[in-house]
């Protein structure tokens, strides 16, 4: 089994960056699939985007394509999501999440939970 801690979080003004991060223990990513989801209260949790750590697919949620980037380093056992030209409309929780092989828009299809890292994006 594998363990997943996010990082990263914070407060940004509209149009800057964040970088988030999550760390997996307990089990390489080698054969998962990693995804990153959002969640506002109130609503369900959205699929941000994906990679398929086998062969490298990445795949992107169309309201955030071109100003978010995943990543892999399987040697630091670590995902990244880069998010520029922040929105405030993408406050939310963010949540990384191990499942696969392939990846999913569905929550449900994912069987380990990071703990969820805070984004704040305002003025």
């Known amino acids: 089994q594998v363990q997943l801690v996010e990082s990263g979080g914070g407060l940004v003004q509209p149009g800057g960056s964040l970088t988030l991060s999550c760390g997996a223990s307990?089990?390489?990513?080698?054969?998962?699939?990693i995804g990153w989801f959002r969640q506002v209260p109130g609503k369900e949790r959205e699929g941000v985007s994906c990679?398929?750590?086998?062969?490298?697919?990445?795949y992107y949620a169309n309201s955030v394509k071109g100003r978010f980037t995943i990543s892999s380093d399987n040697d630091r056992n670590t995902v990244y999501l880069q998010m520029n030209s922040l929105k405030p409309e993408d406050t939310a929780v963010y949540y990384c999440?191990?499942?696969?092989?392939?990846?999913?828009?569905?929550?449900?299809?994912?069987?380990?939970w990071g703990q969820g890292t805070q984004v704040i994006v305002s003025s």
């Open positions: 990679i398929s750590n086998s062969d490298g697919t990445t």
């Open positions: 307990g089990s390489t990513l080698d054969h998962y699939a």
């Open positions: 999440a191990a499942g696969g092989p392939k990846c999913s828009d569905y929550p449900y299809q994912y069987d380990h």
